[in-house]
């Protein structure tokens, strides 16, 4: 973890070595991106300043951060969190539990279907 | 309000007003034994009915419906806007909307409720000319809950976006620019709508329509949220949209049946059509919504029933049980196009579908009040091309003092949050508070 004078910095630059272990399906620009849209968030829920730009770059660093979003108690920061891991690091999501199968009198009936896929995307109703 | 009564109360209130000193022109005083206990009881219960249609049963529906960083801010629109309206409304509110003045606004006679009067040793009190069988305070009240409503149906239209001073500030502007203006149009036997004859039993057109013209041009002027259209907005829990739409289907007895200002037929034949056309809409939306999409949904029995409620609204005291089936009917099922494919078609994020259900719903209900009005009930002849004027001037007349009102808000204190504060969530960006 980066840190200056026990606050943590916004960096701007490049100078650092790359990463060693951070996935590279991505553009730089597309992890910087998400790194940003993480220090958005941190920034509101948790008061946290962070280094955007070296996050996207190191994956120790990110792995740091992930922590800090997973303790911020936060709907979007987990999502973003998970997205980051998934994406960045290369860390393969965790499988959805099981449905547990519904029983309605006794009777066994088949879970429920998920959201159609678009849903509230544009339309509420 | 309806036009017999209001007839009924300018006869009353004509001969009151020849036995008693000359006060301020919209208000009269009589004697405590003029006054109808059983009209009172009813019009303070309808009075309360109406109140908690906005608070709880508005700010409850919307809060189920935004993003859960956002759920607070929206409830505390409605709460705010039930404050600072009740202010207006007794400054200055109340004395534009129904005091005599010229067809198209009252007058100042009754600023501060001037002229509102109990006096208990004189065995005196005040009533309006609309309302001649309860005290005025009990009609200020009532209308006050109507003025209030109105506006806060209108921060769904802008919800999760609009800054909450710019908010109140609109309110405030919008409530005596254009509410005030509105209810005297049609309320106020003076009212250029009035004198033409439309039908507005309970507010199609003062409330509805009003209200929906002015969310879509909020919708069009705050711009669409972030995200819109390529990320999903999970509402935050549909639960409370089912208790609020509940609170607002119980509530609009007290706004329908309460129009009739008495405890009277006419008041049982509105509750009983209200109920049928809310009942008849929930079921055309989601059997709409089962062909479309081979489910129902509970948001969409909940839409549903609003819009039914909306649309019997101006019908509520002039139709029977056959028009309030077909206006239900009607209502469900053109409802769920202004919500969906309406809505697509006209571009705007209308966040919780004012527009699509309080706009379109007023216009059917408005419309279909002059082809199911039956003079039987309501005691005079409906005219489509009337009910269209009233609709169609008022849709123009909101939409145009809307677009101006935020034009002049856009360009000195601002409309919308900024970027980092609407990805935050207006709750702890805007008022340090947050669900947890």
Request: neutral net charge; proline residues 4%.
């Amino acid at each position: 973890m980066a840190a200056e004078g026990g606050m943590w910095v916004a960096r701007v630059g490049n100078g650092r070595a790359p990463p060693g272990t951070g996935e590279v399906s991505m553009t730089d620009g597309d992890k910087l991106a998400l790194s940003t849209r993480m220090y958005v968030r941190l920034r509101h829920c948790t008061g946290r300043i962070t280094d955007a730009m070296w996050m996207a770059q190191n994956a120790d660093y990110a792995r740091e951060i992930l922590k800090l979003a997973r303790r911020g108690g936060d709907d979007e920061l987990l999502r973003l969190a998970d997205r980051f891991e998934e994406v960045v690091l290369g860390v393969k999501p965790k499988p959805a539990p099981a449905p547990s199968p519904a029983y309605v009198n006794g009777v066994e009936h088949e879970a429920s279907p998920l959201p159609i896929p678009g849903k509230y995307t544009g339309s509420l109703r | 309000m309806n036009l017999s009564s209001r007839s009924r109360g300018l006869r009353a209130a004509g001969a009151a007003m020849a036995l008693l000193p000359a006060g301020p022109a919209a208000a009269a005083s009589v004697a405590f034994d003029q006054i109808s206990a059983g009209d009172t009881a009813w019009m303070l219960s309808a009075t309360a009915l109406v109140l908690l249609m906005t608070i709880p049963g508005l700010a409850l529906f919307y809060a189920g419906m935004v993003r859960k960083k956002n759920v607070l801010a929206t409830t505390l629109q409605s709460f705010a806007v039930c404050a600072l309206v009740t202010v207006l409304w007794v400054v200055v509110g109340y004395s534009l909307a129904f005091t005599p003045g010229s067809p198209f606004i009252g007058g100042f006679d009754q600023l501060l409720l001037r002229g509102l009067s109990y006096f208990k040793e004189a065995g005196q009190l005040s009533v309006s000319p609309i309302a001649p069988t309860i005290p005025e305070s009990v009609f200020v009240m009532y209308q006050l809950t109507f003025a209030i409503i109105t506006p806060a149906l209108i921060t769904g239209a802008f919800a999760e976006r609009m800054r909450f001073s710019a908010m109140l500030l609109f309110v405030t502007a919008w409530s005596l620019l254009v509410y005030a203006p509105v209810a005297h149009w049609v309320w106020e036997p003076g009212g250029w709508l009035a004198t033409l004859g439309a039908q507005d039993f309970a507010g199609g057109t003062v409330v509805h329509i009003n209200a929906g013209a002015a969310g879509l041009v909020c919708a069009y002027m705050l711009g669409r949220r972030d995200g819109y259209g390529s990320e999903p907005f999970m509402p935050y829990n549909l639960a409370l949209t089912l208790m609020g739409a509940s609170l607002l289907w119980v509530g609009w007895f007290g706004f329908n049946a309460g129009s009739a200002v008495a405890a009277d037929g006419r008041a049982g034949m509105a509750m009983l059509v209200t109920q049928v056309a809310a009942a008849t809409a929930v079921l055309s939306w989601m059997l709409v919504e089962w062909i479309m999409r081979k489910r129902a949904s509970l948001l969409g029995a909940c839409s549903g029933a609003v819009a039914g409620l909306v649309a019997i609204t101006p019908a509520s005291g002039f139709v029977d049980v056959g028009g309030a089936l077909a206006i239900g009917l009607a209502a469900g099922v053109l409802c769920y196009w202004g919500a969906t494919g309406l809505k697509r078609l006209l571009g705007a994020d209308d966040s919780l579908d004012v527009f699509g259900i309080h706009g379109v719903g007023g216009m059917v209900g408005a419309l279909l009040t002059g082809v199911f009005s039956s003079k039987a009930i309501s005691g005079a002849e409906a005219s489509m091309l009337v009910q269209a004027v009233g609709a169609f001037a008022t849709f123009f007349y909101s939409a145009g003092m809307t677009l101006m009102i935020l034009l002049l808000l856009r360009f000195t204190v601002g409309l919308r949050v900024n970027g980092d504060e609407e990805q935050a969530g207006l709750d702890l960006a805007l008022h340090g508070e947050r669900i947890v």
